[in-house]
């Protein structure tokens, strides 16, 4: 045997450490094999050219950003995939801005990007993404995050320009449009939603020598301002808002069926919480945000999204869940449910003190049509009840109005988040906003906001009577502003006292 043929064979070389995943099985790469998977496709294109719901709205939104904005090419990522474990991506779901601009839904389009460019009167608007590959080409049976043969067709370009109704281009062409001409237009980067797009204008900005620091003012006034745009709803948003609160109460009538099921379950936050998501993705995109599915003292963590509890005869429940619509819109409603059915003689009378702190803040929102109302007067109708229930119940040290000034405070100890909050395509929507466009703005029709006061009284607290501890409530219900007062969207869920134990018993 010759040296030749005795030697061994030489180990094959490892790729780069990002790209040995792609290494994990054995892809065919054989002339034979490529050209045998790109032949015999129908690839009659498989996308629907019908206008999205959102497309007869979209212009006039596009157009308030280019008027605010002339004469500068303005940048709004979609976002990035994430990853949420080795080479399984978290579900995509692009940023609330893009959404509100181009009206897409549900997981759409990653890695895109809806780029403003000034004309001479306005802007001509274009979409950059990643249309349908060819099934010659290597995406389409080896990509396993865009290939089409890993994940379904992707659209091709006449149909989303059907779709949106703007021009769209593909996404290999958006690193020249976005970065061109720097040194004589001026640009604003939608920032915090696409790495890739931020890196390569910064690069361009650096090359021009670009004012950095100005620059990056110019991109928070534009985020603020597509932020602010949001404060008011149209008439589509608040119709996909009815439909998020619809689906939510679905889930709801869902979680409080299962409470038999919690009961018996060493784990009953997790049976709640999972009667709610399946209602949620079954009928919507799935839920808006964690939920909150929490029993006893749990009730008493504000975030409480481990739900890992059990859930015991006696306690309170509390659940704080909304569902997405497949337009992005969601709702955020929450009950605080006896799981036996009925309040004890404590409960009820902390569930009654939350309650009237809630009707009170609906009462005032409803003042704006006959005179000016802040949106931070919702929140103080609520602490008004809040601390004189609290000295009811004699656990405040001071009087109430020594409690309610800004030297006292004394009541938020057992309240110390907010009454309200903007709601949209965003659970707290609008949070951009500036704090005179926010707190301190007029209410106005079209606005959609939550109320929601609670009590909390954790088992540590040696503060309140033992009877007290290990009770949490809190009541939230979806408002709308409108021209004759304020509608609440979820009126449909039971709310008072009676009405929750009734809903109780009938399940059980």
Sequence with gaps: MTTEESAPAPAPSDPPLEERVNTRSRRPQSAA???FIASGWDRTSAGDPTPLPASAWTPARRAAVSARFPGER???????????SNDTDYVFRAHSAFIHLTGLETDSEPDSVLVFEPTDDGHEQTFYFRPRAGADTEEFFSDARYGEYWVGPREDLPTMEAKLGI???DIREA???IAKDLGSVS?????GADTVVEAQIETARTQVAADLEVSRAGDDELAQHLSEMRLIKDEYEIGELRRAVDITRAGFDSVVASLPRALAHTRGERVIETAFALAARADGNGVGYDTIAAAGDHACTLHWIKNTGAVAPGDLVLVDAGAEADS?????VTRTLPVSGTFTPVQARIYDAVLEAADAAFAVAAEHVHRTVRFGEVHDAAMRV???RLADFGLLPVSPEVALAPTGQQ???????????????DVHDCAQARAEMYLGAELREGMVFTIEPGLYFKVADMLVPEEFRGIGVRIEDDVLVTADGVENLSAGFPRTRTEVEAWVQGAQ
């Design 167 to 169: 021009a769209c281009r």
């Design 175 to 177: 690193p020249e449009a």
């Design 33 to 35: 094999f490529r050209d």
């Design 328 to 332: 992005l819109y969601t709702a955020d």
């Design 187 to 191: 640009v604003r980067l939608l920032r």
């Design 74 to 84: 303005l940048v709004i990522p979609a976002g990035n995939l994430k990853v949420r």
């Design 411 to 425: 009541h938020r100890r057992w309240m110390v988040h907010g009454t309200s909050h903007h709601l949209g395509l």
């Design 386 to 388: 809040i601390a004189h």
